[in-house]
């Protein structure tokens, strides 16, 4: 499968721009990571907070029962299949 297999560099970083380069993409890597928990823990407890409203608007609590787990599952199935990618793509990677 070719989405699996390693990436090779082509192009190497020049020796006085790896320094730049890679604190550049730490910094890329680390928000991207910080900016999608941080939109995960947000939503999940601001939708905490709104059940006792939405039971008196009418909703049951199985039906946001359902709406809160519906939010834990793509988290979970992302985490466990990009999980599953990197140790299959970058094994050297995955066990420093």
């Known amino acids: 499968m070719q989405l699996l297999k390693p990436h090779i560099a082509t192009e190497k970083v020049p020796q006085e721009k790896v320094d730049e380069t890679y604190k550049k993409l730490r910094l890329q890597v680390f928000l991207g990571i910080f900016i999608g928990y941080a939109g995960y823990y947000l939503l999940r407890n601001n939708f905490s907070l709104a059940i006792p409203q939405l039971t008196q608007a009418g909703f049951s609590k199985g039906q946001l029962g359902l709406a809160l787990s519906a939010v834990s599952l793509p988290m979970a199935s992302v985490s466990l299949s990009w999980g599953w ?10 066990y420093r």
């Open 85 to 94: 990618c990197l140790t299959t793509a970058m094994p050297a990677f995955s």
